[in-house]
């Protein structure tokens, strides 16, 4: 099992619509979780971090947290063709790492 | 400076060759972080510094790679006898220390380094 898992999609959604993008973690002890966005070519930019269950909005994201099911989300409001790219699920998998490891991430690809 | 600055951009060398790559973290970041990130693939973890020491190097592959941070500010990644199985893009990130927390992470542009 990965220590943090991704469907790597696509992920095909119309435009305007909501994108719901899923991550599973593998280790209970995780205690800070990140999403973090990749265009083609570029360096993965931070979208959100969250660090406690449930919800954390910011504009037309909003991630999502249970550390009991060991899932982490993010959905994306009104989705916008510049939306598509790559998102990529980061967790410290062990609370004696500062490091994060990262989802191999999902394609998500909005249609206009 | 105002975001992490890595050099070069791209690097192309051969097979056997020494490589060295070198990160400038954003002011004030005592963290920095190496990663290795492959086609399709999410980073993949090298090494964390915390000021000058290497708090956590378990990523590095083998002994070929090696890196430093002698002043606790710039990093330098350094891979000797290169192989072409380490074609990828090296990010460097940083990010503030926060008690009981893994900071967030910011990244660098990347060095793409690609071995014949």
């Known amino acids: 099992q990965k220590e943090v898992e991704q469907n790597s999609g696509p992920l095909s959604v119309p435009e305007g619509a909501i994108a719901s993008l899923n991550c599973t973690y593998s280790?209970?002890?995780?205690?800070?979780f990140f999403w973090y966005r990749q265009y083609s070519g570029k360096s993965p930019e931070l979208i959100m971090s969250i660090y406690s269950n449930g919800d954390k909005e910011d504009g037309r994201f909003t991630a999502q947290l249970n550390k009991a099911s060991q899932y982490v989300s993010l959905l994306i409001r009104d989705s916008q063709p510049s939306d598509s790219a790559t998102y990529l699920c980061a967790v410290n998998v062990n609370t004696g790492r500062r490091a994060l490891t990262f989802g191999s991430g999902t394609r998500l690809q909005v249609q206009p | 400076g105002a975001g992490v600055s890595q050099t070069p951009s791209n690097k192309v060398t051969e097979k056997g060759k020494y490589v060295e790559l070198r990160c400038d973290p954003i002011?004030?970041?005592?963290?920095l972080y190496w990663y290795r990130q492959s086609l399709g693939q999410g980073p993949e973890f090298l090494i964390y510094?915390?000021?000058?020491?290497?708090?956590?190097d378990s990523g590095l592959p083998n002994d070929r790679f090696f890196a430093v941070r002698p002043e606790g500010s710039v990093s330098t990644l350094k891979i000797q006898r290169t192989e072409r199985g380490d074609s990828a893009v090296y990010l460097c990130a940083s990010s503030l220390y926060r008690a009981g927390h893994t900071g967030e992470l910011f990244f660098g542009e990347g060095s793409r380094l690609t071995v014949l």
């Open positions: 002011s004030g970041h005592t963290a």
């Open positions: 280790d209970r002890g995780s205690q800070s």
């Open positions: 510094f915390q000021g000058t020491g290497a708090a956590d």
